[in-house]
């Protein structure tokens, strides 16, 4: 009784979390260091969104590294979750094409012109411009000495322009002279949106070692030059160095507004493609088909799980009442994880839970059928649980770990390119399965022994169904 008390209080405790979680406005968990909400995630098939293909910006004859795509997959992949996309869909398709598909998107065309620009930040010496000549390059395209491939390049490969290539004030100066770049952003350490002392939106910046040295060096010894901070070969600012900066940190002021900023900063936080990337196609999925879809599939589990419940209570009687105490125990704390990891849940994600929800029923059906027969061969109510339960155990845990075994080849095979709709479904099925094996092996056999160790079997049989 002792055992049966301690994990009477592990479930409290564990249903008390998983309420506390499910809550619509629960505020989360913000203490210790730890920042997570709490949040319900659904998928494009459910609240619309944006899908779109994206494909390698490079001639026909020219050979993709494969390294290359893959690397251009993480950072697309790190991109869409710094939009604060719900749980953006980013896969490989083929050998140079990618497939994004970012659920609860409103805006499209910033998403994903955000996601394709290469993003590739130059530090530029432009000492050999005056100040007015450095501002009318500002927006305009310029030639740099940065080749692809090599991330940081060496301060002394190519000099900086010399007095004598003079800037004409017909610009742009698509064929005016090639600027040093002094370092990539291949060498920030980090990136945030800041204001500068007028309340202007500006994106600063930290370097990592290396390029705090560069840095150092380089404006100690161009103080009052211009540095060209150069995006996708684009002049953004062209600040004049007043003082030596030596910390290692700065700021990239423009015309920008905070969505600018914050795209900009999203660009440089998460590297620069090594690939251009362009958008083949592109379709705004509308939530109406999505919103009639999820009301259906929540009417059909309500349905499922009402007959669900009345079958058990009806045919196991008093047990069949304590399973469906601990049904509803596996509900709330499946739906806590789904909440908590946070999981996508997309129309085969919702059928995967609905027939874990039949798994867990299963489980109390093997147990309760050897209970009874441990009845009705004369043992204690108290000796029936628990032979009951030990002989019932190989069966649920052999065929719960081969639905765990399946579910993993399906997640597996859900990475690959056109198979994904299986992979919301193998997990929101493994997870119930897992649950309710826990609920199986604790939250039933505790409530069982709780209420039923006290009854007397030969005068109540009816209550068993026996």
Known sequence: MRRNYRFLILIALILLFA????????????????????????????????QALLEADVP??????????????????????????????????????????????????KALATI?????????????????????????????????????????????????DTITSTLPISLGPTFHTVMTGAVLKN????????????????????????????????????????????????????TPITGGEGAIEGNFTLESANALALQLKYGSLPIPLKVVTSETVGPTLGQDSLNKSLVAGFIGMTIVVLFMAIYYRLPGIIADLALLCYVLITYAIFRFIPVTLTLPGIAGFILSVGVAVDANVLIFERIKEELRSGKSLSQAIDLGWKRAWPSIRDSNFSTLITCAILFWFGNTFGASIVKGFSLTLAIGVAVSMFTAIVVTRTFLHLVLDNINFTRHTRWFGV
């Open 60 to 109: 026909a004859s020219q050979t993709i590294d494969p390294e290359d795509m893959n690397i251009a997959v993480q950072i697309v992949d790190n991109r869409v979750n710094g939009l604060g996309v719900s749980e953006a869909i980013v896969q490989p398709a083929g050998s140079n094409r990618i497939v994004v598909e970012l659920p609860g998107e409103t805006d499209p065309e």
């Open 19 to 50: 309420i506390y979680i499910n809550i619509p406005t629960s505020p989360g968990i913000h203490f210790a260091g730890i920042n997570r909400n709490f949040t319900t995630r659904l998928g494009l098939d459910l609240v619309g969104g944006v």
């Open 116 to 164: 394709k620009q290469t993003g590739l930040l130059e530090f530029v010496d432009m000492s050999s411009l005056s100040t007015e000549q450095a501002y009318a390059l500002e927006t305009k395209k310029v030639n740099t000495d940065w080749v692809p491939g090599v991330s940081q390049p060496s301060q002394n490969i190519i000099p900086s322009p010399s007095p004598t």
């Open 191 to 242: 990136v945030y949106v800041n204001s500068n002392a007028g309340g202007k939106p500006t994106v600063s910046f930290e370097l990592n070692s290396e390029g705090a040295k560069i840095f150092k060096d380089f404006t100690s010894t161009h103080v009052g030059k211009v540095l060209g901070i150069v995006l996708d070969k684009e002049v953004i600012s062209a600040p004049r160095i007043n």
